[in-house]
Structure formats: structure tokens, C-alpha cells
């Protein structure tokens, strides 16, 4: 746009300035308006000696008096007048008045306003004060072409030189400030921000295929025989999976994760979360799995950082292809060379007619039936080994990685009486399964603000599990538990993948730092809210969502003597911020940090499996506390953090009771949000222990008698549905009035 061309334009003098702008809006005709720009295509980003405001003024043309002045010519008038202006009638002045106040409003010239370096912040007060300043310099002439355009579009771009000439004359230090502003928060080209991996001609191979094509096995066996080469995955569980594959062949390989490291004497390859990859060690070979990732709202940015940054002659990137077209617009602007690989399933995945008909005694060995919340995948496993003969395995996502390998083996082995597994969309990724066919238990998920139906490219990638080539099911079969879902199904499966416009990015530390020298008095917390409010960036990039970091560092704003560098370091810990317990612990390792003194574990470990659900919750919230404390061990002092081993050993244990509890699950689930709420009344002693009522029990067991008729199995849900309904009904009874 015209308006990219304004800093070699602010170069000229000013009355060189001036004499380019009056010649280029009179050897142009009027254009019409022109659609609002977004922030980014008005920032300046070349200079161009031409003005920036030729595509905007004069929309309709001005009487002779103006159009043989120039804005500055017209300013300079308005600014030296002695005189102050006649007085006008009250009617002029409101409409007067009116044209100004729709300037104020105006979200085009708000826009426009950043090329000059006006904030949107500072707009409402520059108008302002330009809105008294006319009011207060404008002669006869100009209210009268100002009433004559009225509260306009034409109105508006006649003021806008006026305004940007009296914000230059008025407010130079709020224009450099914010000017250092948009320096500091320019999030553009960022392939330059890694000069030695554009110092080489680095060969991209994308292998591009569904899932069970055999791309990631193609792209390992080149890892395998590169002298030094890292894989980079999105899972920790994937990661170690890839360890312990690599060392099987007689390769020596290293792990590296946030919780972990693992180096292998005399390795030259790693494995490695992509989050944790090094952009300064040189390789022959790396491996980014799941490329696609790099359009993940919160963690996209690991991976453009990865295939952006990284030291190697040969990267192999697997994914499907809906970001197939983004790679290649950045291999154009880094200069790698591009080599696509197509990959089709080895056998092709059936959609199965026939549903579970809402029956899950229609449920098979092999099958996998996904749910999208802990409580329903509980419920879903317990009413299938109530009302069937199958045995069943649990993964989800808050489960640590060592359970879900322990439960994934579990079910793919053949001779013992685990042959169901019940998995949230954990099991998208990171495991080799031996799943005959994909169940959805449903089609539409929660997604922390309101329930959605699941998206396509998901519904894919989990159903694309089924099957796999070399074991007992090499056919995939999907289906779903209500006929109402088959459809949904059906056209996921056959809906195109989307080309992704725009990958992740996010700031580096380096940025929040130079960033955060405007700002010196801000908080960690508002630091991040005005670099994203300020930040610049491109078509091509979209900036990461960054909650999770927010939240943690809003809790750390009661811990004094952090550094900015610990709180940004800190607010990256993997911890659970729907967790309170997991959230306190964290703050008591920031607080210990902040004071210099060596941090404790204080995480007790039991001595037996969960009894109950709250039991298991709490072993799930102990494991997370304790890869929290792993994860600052290595990105902190090990000094302060000293007690890593014992961390390890005590998540070791830990995750070896969640391996026996979830063999014995025999309890109706709880959410995190109902265990929190008991934690605090049993803390309050307001907590009520009482056993239920016979009556109640004995509405329970109706409850579920009435699930195992003819009629079928209708949902599990129905268990507490019903039991609900016969409380209430109890309830009512008892309150309602006796008759005399």
C-alpha cells in the first residue's frame, strides 16, 4: 500500500514534504474509499519516495481555496492565526462539531494513524486535541467546506493530512516512542532471525501423506543412517517410543525432553521433544514430525521455530497436506530447496454402515472407542466391562507418558484379556496401536468456552489410527456410536484438507527484553498484553495464544526478586493451570527460587493404587507436580533444583500405581473442577461424610437394570442421567405437602 512508503517520504524536508503531496493529489483523480486496511498492511515496511496518502485524500474534489494549499500550507495557516475565528451560530457549531467527533471515530483513520506511528491507543486522545484546535483556529472558509462534506467518508480523509501534520508538530516524543515500539515488537521475516541456517542451502524433503502411509518410517530410516541427525517430535511419549526404536537397531541415540535427558555414551543422534531441539548444533539429518502442528493455536510456534532455525543439510518433515502450501512459501523466501514426497494408506479406511446402534455391547475385540472427556471415557469403560465380557485399557491425555505406554501395551498384546481400548484424542498421536476400528463415542468436544463439534482434520488423524500394516488388523475400520454421527463422519473423511495461510509464531526472549525497555514499571503480565497489542507481523504468521503463559504469570506476580528472564522461563513450565494444587506448587518453586534456596519436592508418594477416583485424581496431580519440578531442574540451576533424581524416581513410582488403578477402576468419575470443590470443603471442614441412602442405591441399580433391556444400551450417561431423575423425584416427594 501507499502508506508503506512513508519513511523515506518523512526523509524529505518538510517543505520538500509538502510540494511532493500537493503535486501528486492534483495530477490524480479522485479514488473511491478504499476497504479498512488491517494494522499490518499500514505499518511501513520499504521506503518509497512517494506519498503515503495518495490513495486516500481527496475523494471527491475541494473548492479552489483548498485545493491551491497545501495540508501544510493549510496548518501552518491554522496554527499562526492571531485572530480567534468569528463566532459561529449554535447549530454550525454542533454540526461543526459532528464532522469532528466522526473523525474521532473513524477506525480508517485510527489505521491509518499507525503509519505515522500513532497508536490506537494514543488515537482517541491525538483527535481530541485536534478536535479543539480546529474548533479553536478554524477561519469561515474552512467551516464552511467542512459543513459542505458533512459527518463523511470525504470529510475524513480531507482532515487526515491536517491531523498527521498537527500530531508531527505536537506529539514528537509519543511518535518516537511508539516508533521504538514497533522496532522492538516486529515479528516480521522471521527466517532472518537465524542468519547461519540461511548462511546454508539446507534440502527440505516433506513427506506428505494420511496416517499409516509409512512417511515417518521413511523419514527415520534416513535418521537412522545419517552420521548425526535429531528427530524432533510432538509428544514426549513419541519421543521416548523413537529412543528406544533407534537404540534397538544398534544406533546409539540420546533423549532429550524437558523432563528428561537421557545421553547415550558415544551418540550422535538425538530424540527429542521440538520444543526442546537446538538451533545452534550442527546435523546432517533432522526429522520434524507432524508438521502440520505448526497451525496449533498454542504450540505452533516450536515448530516453525524448528524448521526455520535448524543446522542441517537434509530436513524431512511429515504431515498431511495442509501445510504443504505454507512450506513452500517458506522455502522460497529461505532458499532451500523443496522436495515433495506423496504418500497414499497402504489399505484404505472403511467407514463401517452399521453404528454400535448406541449399544456398547455391540463393542468388539480391537476396538478403540474415543471420547472426548476423562469422565465419559471412565463411564464408557466401566459400562463395557459391566455389560460385556471385554476387558478394557484407559488412555488420556493427563495421564504420564510411561501409564499410556504401559496401557497401549497392555492392549496390544494378544494373549491376555485387554483387547478394548477407551482413549480420549491422546491417541491421535504417539502410539502404535493395534486398533482393528476406530468407535467415536461422539463427534463434538468442549473446548474450555462452549461444546464443538470436532474438526475435520482430527476426526481424520484419529480415525486414520485404525489399522496398521504388519499387524493382526492391517484393515482400518471407523465407525460411531450414534447413527446421528455417521454422517459427520462421512464428511470429515471426505472433506479436502484445508491450505493453511498462516503458522505460529511467538516471541523469543530476546524480544520481550527489548520490548520490555519501553516499559520499564510494567508487570510481566502487562509487558505481554502490550507487545501483543504492539506486535508487527506479516500475512504469512499468526502470534501463538499465549493463556497458559498469562495465567502463570499473573500467579507470579506475589513472587518478588524473579528476574524477567526467570518469569518467562517460568511462565513455559508445563503445568496444569486448571490444576490449584498444581498451580501452588509451582508458585512455592518460584518463591523458593526467588529467595536463592534450594527447592524441595514436598510431593508425598502412596503406597497403594487409587480406591477411588479422588485417589486417582491425586496420583494424577502428583505426577504433574513432580515433571514440573523435572522440567525447572533442566532449564534452571541444578543447585537450586537438587533433588531431580529423586523426582524421577518418585514419577517412576507414581505412574506405576496409575498402571494398577486403572486395572481396577470401579468407581463412577469426578471432574477436577468437583475434586477441587471437595478439597476445599474437606480443608474448611464443611465436608459432609454420610454413605448414600438404601433408597438411593436401590434407584441406582434400577437405573442401570433398565440400561441392559431390550431396547439396548442407550449411553452411558444415562447411568447418572437417571439416577438424577430418581433423586429429584425421592426429593420431591419428601418436600411436598401432606394432605390432611
Known amino acids: 500500500m501507499a502508506s508503506t512508503h512513508l519513511l523515506r517520504f518523512r526523509s524529505f524536508s518538510r517543505s520538500a514534504r509538502h510540494l511532493l503531496l500537493l503535486s501528486t493529489v492534483r495530477s490524480l483523480p479522485p479514488p473511491p474509499a478504499p476497504p479498512i486496511p488491517t494494522v499490518h498492511s499500514i505499518l ?52 461543526l462539531l459532528d464532522v469532528l467527533r466522526a473523525f474521532s471515530k473513524s477506525a480508517w483513520a485510527a489505521d491509518q494513524s499507525l503509519a505515522v506511528y500513532i497508536p490506537a491507543s494514543f488515537f482517541p486522545t491525538a483527535a481530541h486535541r485536534f478536535r479543539n484546535f480546529l474548533i479553536s483556529r478554524s477561519d469561515d472558509m474552512l467551516d464552511r467546506h467542512l459543513l459542505s462534506l458533512g459527518p463523511s467518508d470525504q470529510a475524513v480523509r480531507f482532515l487526515f493530512p491536517l491531523f498527521v501534520e498537527f500530531c508531527l508538530d505536537h506529539f514528537p516524543d509519543e511518535i518516537a516512542k511508539f516508533k521504538l515500539h514497533v522496532k522492538s515488537a516486529d515479528l516480521t521475516r522471521p527466517h532472518t532471525w537465524f542468519p547461519f541456517a540461511r548462511a546454508m542451502r539446507r534440502r527440505i524433503v516433506y513427506h506428505c501423506g494420511p496416517t499409516n502411509s509409512g512417511k515417518t518410517f521413511n523419514a527415520l530410516q534416513r535418521f537412522m543412517k545419517a552420521g548425526k541427525g535429531v528427530y524432533c517430535s510432538p509428544l514426549r511419549l513419541l519421543a521416548m517410543e523413537v529412543f528406544d526404536r533407534v537404540n534397538s537397531h544398534g544406533v546409539y541415540c540420546s533423549l532429550h525432553t524437558g523432563q528428561e535427558k537421557k545421553d547415550v555414551p558415544f551418540a550422535n543422534h538425538v530424540a ?129 507418558p510411561e501409564t499410556r505406554r504401559q496401557q497401549a501395551t497392555l492392549f496390544n498384546e494378544p494373549n491376555n484379556e485387554y483387547d478394548v481400548l477407551v482413549a480420549s484424542d491422546a491417541v491421535g498421536m504417539g502410539l502404535n496401536l493395534n486398533i482393528r476400528r476406530i468407535v467415536f463415542y461422539s463427534l463434538s468436544k468442549y473446548n474450555g468456552d462452549r461444546v464443538v463439534p470436532v474438526d475435520p482434520s482430527q476426526v481424520k488423524q484419529i480415525a486414520g489410527r485404525a489399522g496398521r500394516r504388519g499387524s493382526r488388523y492391517p484393515d482400518g475400520l471407523t465407525t460411531t456410536f450414534e447413527a446421528n454421527d455417521l454422517q459427520y463422519l462421512i464428511s470429515c473423511l471426505q472433506e479436502p484438507f484445508d491450505e493453511v495461510k498462516q503458522v505460529g509464531l511467538f516471541p523469543f526472549f530476546e524480544h520481550i527484553e527489548l520490548f520490555a525497555g519501553q516499559y520499564p514499571n510494567s508487570t510481566f503480565v502487562g509487558l505481554l498484553d502490550k507487545f501483543r497489542e504492539n506486535c508487527k507481523l506479516d500475512g504469512s504468521y499468526f502470534l501463538c495464544q499465549h493463556d497458559h503463559v498469562r495465567k502463570v504469570a499473573r500467579m507470579l506476580e506475589k513472587v518478588q526478586g524473579l528476574s524477567l528472564q526467570d518469569r518467562f522461563n517460568f511462565c513455559f513450565a508445563p503445568v496444569n493451570i486448571r490444576d490449584p494444587k498444581s498451580m501452588s506448587h509451582l508458585l512455592r518453586f518460584a518463591s523458593r527460587y526467588s529467595e536463592d534456596l534450594p527447592v524441595n519436592v514436598s510431593v508425598g508418594v502412596p503406597r497403594r493404587s487409587a480406591r477411588n477416583d479422588t485417589e486417582l485424581l491425586e496420583l494424577e496431580t502428583r505426577h504433574q507436580v513432580l515433571s514440573v519440578y523435572m522440567w525447572l531442574s533442566h532449564h534452571f540451576n541444578e543447585e537450586i533444583f537438587p533433588h531431580k533424581q529423586q523426582a524421577t524416581e518418585m514419577a517412576a513410582n507414581i505412574a506405576g500405581l496409575l498402571g494398577e488403578s486403572l486395572k481396577s477402576v470401579k468407581w463412577k468419575p469426578m471432574s477436577r473442577v468437583q475434586k477441587a470443590k471437595n478439597d476445599e470443603e474437606e480443608e474448611n471442614g464443611t465436608m459432609e461424610r454420610r454413605r448414600p441412602a438404601p433408597v438411593a442405591l436401590e434407584g441406582y441399580e434400577r437405573a442401570s437394570s433398565r440400561l441392559t433391556n431390550k431396547t439396548g444400551y442407550t449411553r452411558t450417561r444415562s447411568l447418572i442421567m437417571a439416577f438424577r431423575k430418581i433423586k429429584n423425584e425421592q426429593s420431591t416427594q419428601k418436600d411436598a405437602p401432606v394432605a390432611v
Not at 537446538?278 to 505452533?300: F, H, K, L, N
Not at 502450501?325 to 522436495?339: P, S
Not at 466391562?385 to 495421564?399: D, Q, S
Open 44 to 95: 511501513p515496511t520499504k521506503p518509497s519516495p512517494f506519498n503515503p496518502f495518495i490513495d486516500h485524500f481527496s475523494s471527491s474534489p475541494p473548492p479552489p481555496d483548498f485545493t491551491s494549499r497545501s495540508p501544510s500550507d493549510l496548518y501552518n495557516d491554522l496554527r499562526s492565526l492571531s485572530n480567534p475565528p468569528s463566532k459561529r451560530s449554535p447549530d454550525d457549531y454542533e454540526s
Open 272 to 400: 527429542c521433544t521440538v520444543e526442546m531441539v537446538s538451533t545452534d548444533v550442527m546435523y546432517d539429518v533432522a526429522v520434524i514430525d507432524e508438521i502440520q502442528m505448526m497451525v496449533d493455536p498454542a504450540r505452533g510456534h516450536a515448530w516453525t521455530r524448528a524448521l526455520l532455525g535448524l543446522k542441517a543439510d537434509e530436513i524431512h518433515l511429515c504431515g498431511d497436506p495442509s501445510v504443504l502450501g505454507a512450506v513452500r512459501r517458506i522455502c522460497r523466501e529461505t532458499g532451500d530447496e523443496l522436495v515433495e514426497t506423496h504418500y497414499e494408506r497402504f489399505k484404505p479406511l472403511v467407514v463401517e454402515a452399521k453404528t454400535l446402534m448406541g449399544d456398547l455391547r455391540n463393542v468388539r475385540s480391537g476396538d478403540c472407542v474415543v471420547a472426548f472427556s476423562r469422565r465419559e471415557i471412565f463411564e464408557v469403560k466401566l459400562a463395557i466391562e459391566r455389560f460385556t465380557g471385554h476387558r478394557c485399557c484407559v488412555i488420556y491425555g493427563a495421564l504420564p
